[in-house]
């Protein structure tokens, strides 16, 4: 298994432009979620997903779009990109995260973004 | 307000030595907490899970250790190497949902030779 994959790893965008961040996983996974890390801080959860088709918001959503037509994927949209979007991205996913108890993330290797 | 508190910010031991890092949390009502690593530009990566009647897990030089009645945990490492270089992140739980993680700010640990 490959896991969780992102693309790109690294991206420079200018102010206003837009573009998707992929996320892919092959596990099979129903539960799908989008972090982003600022230097010195923890991950703050963007969108999350319970499965295709069904997509909420976190604790930071504003500035962001996601779309889950498969399992499998779960691209980030960012429209009009910020400087205050500048940060490390995470994607993660789990089985069955709603039974609560000892499920597990696994997470991506990040997109580094820089807004200019 | 549910929050993960960790400590210290950063340390620096020589090889071979031990540490112990800690989370206190006042996430309730409390699910299970986990320890990730973090290598410097990776994902996290899962080293415990431990729900309310957990008091210790171990994953080969890690220990995790809970205390639900203070809400404290702490993560031992044992005879650390250089390769034991990274951020941990404790990470707690709220019972039921998927919007219900709250993640420490980490420990930086670097060890030197």
């Known amino acids: 298994n490959a896991g969780v994959t992102q693309t790109p790893k690294f991206r420079i965008l200018k102010i206003g432009q837009s573009m998707t961040l992929q996320c892919t996983q092959d596990m099979n996974h129903n539960y799908m979620y989008w972090y982003r890390q600022d230097p010195g801080m923890g991950l703050k959860l963007i969108y999350y997903?319970?499965?295709?088709?069904?997509?909420d918001k976190g604790e930071v959503p504003n500035g962001y779009n996601v779309s889950r037509s498969t399992t499998e994927d779960f691209p980030l949209r960012l429209e009009l990109a910020a400087p205050s979007q500048t940060s490390v991205y995470f994607c993660a996913s789990s089985y069955d995260g709603n039974s609560g108890l000892s499920y597990e993330q696994y997470f991506g290797p990040g997109t580094r973004l820089t807004v200019t | 307000k549910n929050q993960v508190e960790q400590s210290p910010q950063s340390l620096i031991i020589l090889e071979g030595k031990n540490c112990t890092l800690q989370?206190?949390?006042?996430?309730?009502?409390?699910?299970?907490l986990r320890w990730y690593k973090q290598d410097t530009g990776r994902g996290p990566v899962s080293l415990t899970i431990?729900?309310?009647?957990?008091n210790t897990k171990s994953n080969g030089r890690y220990t995790a250790t809970l205390d639900a009645d203070t809400k404290q945990s702490s993560l031992h490492i044992t005879a650390s190497q250089l390769s034991d270089s990274a951020s941990y992140i404790c990470v707690v739980s709220r019972q039921t949902g998927a919007n219900n993680l709250f993640f420490g700010t980490g420990t930086r640990l670097t060890v030197i030779p």
């Open positions: 431990m729900t309310f009647s957990e």
């Open positions: 989370c206190n949390y006042t996430v309730s009502p409390f699910s299970n």
């Open positions: 997903s319970v499965g295709a088709g069904i997509t």
